[in-house]
């Protein structure tokens, strides 16, 4: 039985890496060719291992710049286990990598940034935003493109509160469309995830009435639904159930052809997803960090125009001083290159966002002071 | 063999102290797994802010934790009991067919095969779950809804392919080699002279498989489907797959129901803080637990079956 467990681990791990090697073939060409044209900026004489941990929602975005940044580095390697949020932070806490991918940024509640501060002794741990993941609400309903929903709407379908697709609150947010009774079924990551976060953190900023629930990694129980594991597990759930609906990061979304609905935004304009629309809604954030310290505050109900409200931003949480003169050195590099213009730029065919102009310069200013 | 008896070899003193400490270290691992579990969960338990028996959910993650076993510890036990009354009659089908029934050349083919079904890594059967038995299942779940509703199983207004009984299925099948492939050792194993002889007498190979193939692997098909038990309860991401990790207690099984203590972990483990990790090494307790229960269990129906089996030979 255990070893039958450490079996199903060691698949696992294998799928999983193969998936991975999967996405990068998709886009190999992309990525070749515009680090062949445009090499990417670096020191010739950075040389090393970096070892970074964290985040599985910006693992794709890493093994792409990881990929770029080593042909023309080669005497670096980077090794990034996208073992999850939780677990980079701790290791990064704990030492063992030198920075944390994280979907969230240091938690105040958790005393995360006072432990984080205590591991980079001389200085300070930083938020930097680099991977803006947009969350596509998907659904399979044949002959109904470009489904509208509003917030409340949203929060009433995962609340199992609106049961059928022709429930009067969905044909209000569509007047126009032809709606069938199909039961909804509505499913959640049945892990604990950062895009679950970041829904409900939409949901219960964009309506409160109908969503109770205090924002977690883990669904909410009470809220039912059915769970799938992993956005992989989301994506293939949806197309192949008929009356489905969920939320999954854009890539998976367009990786596997599924229906996006239309997400109305403070203003109540119904948006598309797109990289830009939802790069709207990153430049209307407020910077809620101080210093070099970049931690967001995300406005859901954003009255930007064409902003889509439903966007996660992935940070690298680092030193920005007292990390050892190696690591320092090699992360100042890799994040260098990760937040020019090229280095977000090849993030786009992935299905990510770039972030915003504004935003980047500061990030690039952070990440000159790393020491 | 008398003669050396009482001679003492060189080796001895060096076996018995091997052999000695292979068995100590056994049991020193199992109380260090033990103590190791206790110590990490008690944190986590006592930081509950609500009943771990219970609570009908599971954010130990939350500023304020709260996380129950009680549906989980249902979701376990069920499927694993319904993969087993699923699984144990076709095993002992299948057994019986390779010792009793096939050519010998189709035998050895099927005993392979049976074999190498065992082998299968579990995250197959997930992924092979998730990606066609659950669209499949639909169908039929709907018309056992349709038509047997009344038997309160079946019964309930929503029918989803994710389901307990899609999930007991998969494990079904994963458990059925191992308790085909035991029951067909046990069942080769049975006296060839009684077989002959209720053949003399005039029995049919049913009569003579009932009189005394049956009886006598009895308890060797009882331990190999306890084995299958055990291995359903702590399998995890083939269910992680494809349950649908709802916290509700309910034993309609064709509806948006079930999860084990397993899949939880599986589920749970990458993103939990410290009170999440203590939670769910507590949850492994529970399963630890179940399974030295339903273990013990399958040890006395065994002695007992035994004694009886000598009794009557």
Redesign the interface.
Known sequence: MKYAGRLAAATIAGVLSLAACGTDDNTSTAGGTSSAAAPVQGDDTVKGTINAAGSSAQANAIAEWKKNFQSSNPGVSINYNPSGSGAGVQAFIQGTVAFAGSDSALNDEKGEPAQADARCKTGKAINLPMVTGPVAVVYNLPGVDGLQLSPKTIAGIFNSKITKWDDPAIKADNPDAKLPSTAIQAFHRSDESGTSDNFTKFLKATADADWPYEPAKAWPAEAQGQGAKGSDGIASSIKSTEGAVSYVELSFAENSQLQKAKVANGAGEYVELTPESAGKTVEAAEIAGTGNDLKLKIDYATKAAGAYPIVLVTYEITCEKGLAAEDAKLVKSFLGYTASDEGQQALTSLGYAPLPSSLLTKVRGAVEAIA | MRRSAFRRSRGDGPFRFASTGAGVVLLAIMAAIGVFLVVKAVPALQANTSHFATE????P???EPVFGIGALAFGTVLSSLLALVIATPVAVGVALFISHYAPRRLASVLGYVVDLLAAV????YG?WG??FL??FM?GPSKFLNDYLGWIPLFGGD?V???SMLTASLVLAIMILPIIAAISREVFLQAPKMQEEAALALGATRWEMIRMSVLPFGRPGVISAAMLGL??AM?????V??I??????ISFRILG?YGNSIA?NI???F????EV?RGALIASGLVLFLITLLVNMAARFVIARRKEYARAAA
């Open positions: 009908p959910t599971w954010q993650n939350a500023t890594p579990s995250v197959v992924l998730v990606t659950v669209p639909l929503t989803v392919g994710k055990g291995r702590g399998e995890t991401i083939a992680a797959l349950f649908p990790a709802t916290f509700t948006p899949a599986a589920n749970g990458g993103e939990a803080t999440g």
